[in-house]
Nanobody, 119 residues
């Protein structure tokens, strides 16, 4: 069983900053990647940023230069530093952990945390 728990959402004004945290725990033989996804009202859930076990990050074009994903040394927690927030960044932010179990992989989602950017 793998648990993924997010924290750090909230209400912020345009141009402000927020930092999200996501911790993975449980039976994790190999954590291949962790990432943040955003779902705005009426829209699909899209990738915001992810980081793999080598530390290589990937960002959506819309957040490049504003958001930074990082991880802790234990490689069980990731952070998303969000700066210069825009109203289009509003949505529920979900964290996903990609876990390897030998030849099989599993995806585990957190419950989501709301981010609201007011103009």
């Amino acid at each position: 069983q793998v648990q993924v728990v997010e924290s750090g959402g909230g209400l912020v004004e345009t141009g402000g900053s927020l930092r999200l945290s996501c911790a993975a725990s449980g039976r994790i033989p190999r954590l291949n990647a962790m990432g943040w996804y955003r779902q705005a009202p009426g829209k699909e859930r899209d990738l915001v940023a992810k980081i793999n076990l080598t530390g290589s990050p990937t960002y959506a074009d819309s957040v490049k230069g504003r958001f930074t994903i990082s991880r802790n040394k234990a490689w069980n927690t990731v952070y998303l530093q969000m700066n210069n927030l825009e109203s289009e960044d509003t949505g529920v932010y979900y964290c996903k952990a990609d876990v390897g179990f030998g030849v099989r992989t599993g995806e585990y989602w957190g419950q989501g945390t709301q981010v609201t950017v007011s103009s």
